[in-house]
């Protein structure tokens, strides 16, 4: 358990040390690049202004945005009274405040909580998931997702998302606006071999730095679901219920309603998943998951 508390603190330096880092390289990077080009650092000052902004509306609207994309409608209590009950009895079992609990129309079976912190936490399942699984199933589901509330995984999926999503932006702008040719100085002081070399490092360094972002955060995802595995069969003390379930979730359909922005935050990737795709799988393999709850 105290190697479980240990993650917890390490999550929360983390999604700090992400913001600083991401910040950081991007200024970085367009800061080199406007140096080389413009012969000014206007572009770097554009840069913070646009991602403070997003990087706040995330963090604060993140969750709204995450339910809303994937058509979540919040569940009422007398709609799904045996689903809330169970959700609350595992929310005090932790020492949780119970989440807002949503549900999406959709046969296929999945699951994901998002939100800042645990005073803000969601729980959205799909109709398909509390039809097809019984309730020690459905126990060891939303005790996975609860322990990503408690282990601060969910604020630390919304900040990389908003970052990748970020750098992806911020690097396909600057791309086009070097081959419209729209950043172009007349200063000869920059159009020398030195001047050349950093607006191309800058450039480079722009268009890689979402790919690296992006294998990073599917790194982390990965092992975070693990964690969060360890952790429902610490809390339901019956880790069957929940490697039954994803044996379940593998086996049923695509959810056409996800997107890829935010498919990392499901308790198993809502897409199927061609072999050779694994590199950018946001899930570890399920097979592997049940293996260990098994184990």
Known sequence: MANLYKQIESN???SLLLVVLVLG?????????SYAVRGDYVLPIIAAVLAIPSSLIGYY????I?????RARELPVEAAGELHNILENLAMTVGLPKPKLYMIDSTALNAFATGRDPEHASVAVTS????RLDRSELEGVLAHELSHVKNYDIRFATLVAIFVGFLVILSDLFLRATLWGGFRSNDNRNSGRLGIVLAIVGLIFLIISPLIAKLIQLAVSRQR???????AALITRYPEGLAKALEKISAGPEMPTA???TAHLYIASPFKKKAWASLFATHPPVAERIKRLRG
């Open 12 to 14: 929360k330096r983390k």
């Open 25 to 33: 390289l991007v200024i970085g990077a367009v800061g080199l690049y």
């Open 61 to 64: 609207s993140g969750d709204k």
């Open 66 to 70: 995450a339910l809303a994309t994937n």
């Open 128 to 131: 398909g998931l509390v039809e």
């Open 225 to 231: 679901e693990f964690l969060a595995d360890a952790s």
């Open 259 to 261: 997107g890829k922005a």
